[in-house]
């Protein structure tokens, strides 16, 4: 499709109907703290160790991350191991880095629409067992799993290989009418306190590298309570609870999960070409953003983007999140843009890239090379220029809008073709022609190759 | 209406077009003091005493009101007393605890459809008398009222008993575009100073129990130019400005009102359903929420449920807010339960329960007996349970979205029931049976009936 | 149209579908210092001067303005003048005070449907010289232009006297993420450090009278990267990073724009009349609130309004912002009323007027002769009333809303009228037929001429 046709009918959409779900909402005293003059790629800053895998986290009190309003961490889940469920105070995106596996989103008010049965061996006799449960999902390499605030989901790691998965919680969204900080609701188990924002003592006993237990939603409720409201013996309570449980939020399945067996990932894709995900309960809620084939922006000699939208995954549009993943090839560069709408958050999954940052004063606040394993936040309006290194660049990023608007700065689509040569001329000084070379002389869109010839890559 | 079709409806229109009207707006100091780590069952804080009623004023400034962004007020209208006109800087709700009268609700811009004209033995001699003016509206016990933001509104109690109400303004809405503090402009009289909210020094008096009187808007504006601008005299005038007044907010009208004659209740109902409110300005704003006969969930062993959304009542949608009204018959039981996307202001109208809180890190951040006359904020995803007491336990909840979505964490409706057995079998540590146990031992939704032979029946 | 009829219309909008772009996001903080107490007409604090013109901004950390979350600063151009491409993190409107140019608005995706040729003399030998850009759009006085978050724009002052220009941004609006420091981002040239708030030292600095020097975003970004990116040669590079370049924001082009040729106005409207402005690159962005012979309320003794709401200029739906033009004769009253849904910023044009300005608490928060060049924020809720002088009063206001609703306290469409006489009588303590003389005296909408006879008129 046209870049430009493409652009317009995002365009469309903002000016047509969509509201920002987000407001600045800082105080005077924010605001000194938000000046946001030295950014830096970051690394997780605490460590959450958990049977079947652990959780980095960044930390969120950090200003670039505290400004764009977002929690972000790395998960980690082993063979067999299953995170258990939860719920957020904010919606996220979540990116699948490696592996597969599946994954329940229960959504309140969602039939049970999975059933599953088995002939089992339990106490060497043989039963016939019967569950019915809500949808669920298999998620592999490179889907966005987008989860509304509030909604419960877990995720289960079936496959060989660890599954590792970035994710990114928008607290700052207006779907979170509390504070910024996360607040992660466990339905069981006994998760250490890292994912318990709620309070500085917290946030520092992590930066002291000390470990607190903090117990599932459950754990609030007085057992006796729980074994009138379920009709359960003390025992059951108490497991409900979480209590003496120490595998943490990530647990192992020694034998796995014998009955669950979800449909194929081919199946769920054949069903929905067959428009029968028609309710909101059996909305799409997974999409892969790695499929070459699929990219938005594509050069041959230099990378290609590929956007997930809430034109792509309509549940975006409630979330107000979207996601793009980038692939650039060696010394390929990326325009000088900027987002109107929306901060981004850059993970980089492979490669690096040098990456310079400018603010609304023309000074460089972001000039590093960002290695596989770091992050950078993008302000809103900040313009950002990338060059891939010797071994290209991939990433994910993840914006703080359902339909990220980009202007661009060089190239095609870039706001100096919309000026007059005239103003160009007058703007920067040159004469008409050298305007006229300012505006044409790169025709692509976005991704440009390194140029042959040119100092830096004779110095390559 | 089956409750999974009901709710499933509900998410298709939060999904599909609502926009919380809320933001976070809180900054990091206000983050260290949203930690909620203890909340309370509420009474008043303030009173303000009138010729015909008082005022009852929650602290707006505690930290439970402040990190909800709502204040609360119970007022007491006495028989022949009115409420004086007054406009708010947020929607609110108000809920009908006892006895009826008549309300006009301004909305500019609106024409004055009502006619009233009477003869009238003024001056002892005869003389017709023709007056209109807007829309009356009249009210009785259980009704719910919708007030927008800036909207003038008057009470009027014609009834024989005293006319309570609660109210919820939503000062953390984003109707409200200053800040979170109550801001209550009267139009006429010279009301006390508890209804403004604007200064910290206010603040503390009340505290202190100290009254100072505050005038209306007309106050500010001098003498000379409201003579200009009405063609009044000054006498007149000062009277507009409130001079004088003692009578404070609601004042006492010795005859009555004897021109005025809105239809009845009935004739009210009948126009309605023959779809004469057409125009935003019949609007309808008046909903009762306490017939048993429309209940959205009942058990009629343990109580039940009405709630009333933008679905009911579409004026609801521009406020952003909701209402539920709960009965429980004696020592039943409310499932754990959490609202995704409201806070929820919940007023005990009679009777008593035991009710616990629990947080994301699982602690109890509340846990009391809350008696009739009380107040309880449950913050958006606190976990809550309850148990009616010997009296059982009626109440009436505002919150702080036009369809407040419910998770619900036991019954037929519940996130269990929604998880695959296996996974409920791994996440407590419990055997497959175990499981199938938990998820499905209780079949009700949300109101369970207390369980006879369970040890706190027995205790009983 | 009939009043009643157009607020109707109005109220429709705001209830059917409009979601407030804003929030309160006021810490406790904030709170204790958003007590407008004390309003005053203020004067710009800051002067930033250019080669061809110079700005002037309002001390956007002053309570009024804080509170209210925008920016306001008055351009002048001289002729021949460039105001730089530059882009904001707000929505904003420009009122064109005097003078008439051209603008160029880009919006990210549209194409270059404008041409320009020219044959050109340089070099002393002749050129055939093409060149393709954005739509171009002529403004004139009265003129409001709006414009989004992020859009770069610029403006050329193609007559004969000085362009000046009224510009109100909201940073407080959902569309800008970040805090609500103003954040102009310049595509070109070496801009003075007043435009840059997002450091508490700029601001003290332009406080001081202090200059600072800040660059362009492509200062931020390091030579050799552009060289690349671009395909210049260093020289250009450091021109487009504005490396020595002293002419400040606004720059004076010696020859003219010679080969830009944008249709003239009434070329302009005729193809709008045509419906050709069909796609939203084509949008219509500039409305004249001017015409007398379009007054939205007009009264022939004392004065009319001329509103601008996303009625007539969809665009404003998704900037959140209208605009109000207003002319009173001498002596004439505006009402007093107050505005439900947004704050008003007032920029007085001509002539002067005692306004006095009345809070939540009756006290008289402003009381001031405003005059041409003073600029008073109204905050939501707040009553104004307003006598024009001996020269009369004209005035444009920016509100924070696309359709700001209006409350009146006097005349035809007021609250008085909407209330029962009764209901006035026992409010104000007067007999019912003072009561009615107070609804009735006045019977023109918002706009009163001055009463003959009247003490004040008298003293005239």
Known sequence: MNTSLLSVSFLLIIFLGTVSARSRGFSQEDQAQCQLQRLNAQEPSFRIQAEAGESEIWDWKDDQFRCAGVVAARHTINPRGLFLPSYSNAPLLMYILKGNGMSGVLMP??????????????????????????????????????????????????????????????????????????????????????????????????????????GNVFHGIEEEFLVQIFGIDRETARKLRGEDDKRGHIVRVEQGFQVISPPSRKEQERRSENGLEETLCSTKLIENINYPSRADIFNPQAGRFNTLTSYDLPILKSLKLS??????????????????????????????????????????????????????????????????????????????????????????????????????AASYRVSREQAMRLKTNREQTLIFESRSGSPRVAAA
């Open 109 to 214: 008010g969602c039939p049970e629409t999975f059933q599953s049965s088995q002939e089992s061996q339990d106490d060497e006799k043989s039963t016939r067992f019967h569950d019915q449960h809500q949808k669920i999902r298999r998620f592999r390499q490179g889907d966005v799993i987008a989860i509304g605030a509030g909604w419960t989901h877990w995720c289960y790691n079936d496959g060989n290989e660890d599954v590792v998965a970035i994710v990114v919680e928008d607290t700052g969204n207006n779907l979170n009418q509390l504070d910024q900080n996360p607040r992660k609701f466990f339905l069981a188990g006994n998760p250490q306190q890292g994912f318990q924002g709620g309070a500085e003592q917290h946030h520092q006993a992590h930066q002291k590298g000390e470990k607190q237990n903090a």
């Open 323 to 424: 996601a793009e993943r980038g692939v650039l090839y060696r010394n390929a560069l990326v325009s000088p843009h900027y987002k109107l709408n929306a901060h981004s958050i850059l993970y980089c999954t492979r490669g690096d890239a040098k990456i310079q940052i400018s603010d609304q004063s023309g000074s460089c606040v972001f000039d590093e090379v960002v290695r596989e394993g770091q992050m950078v936040v993008v302000p809103q309006n900040f313009v950002i220029v990338k060059e891939a290194g010797e071994q290209g660049f991939e990433w994910v990023a993840f914006r703080t809008n359902d339909v990220a608007m980009q202007g661009t700065l060089a190239g095609r689509t870039s706001a100096l073709r919309g000026l007059p040569a005239d103003v160009v």
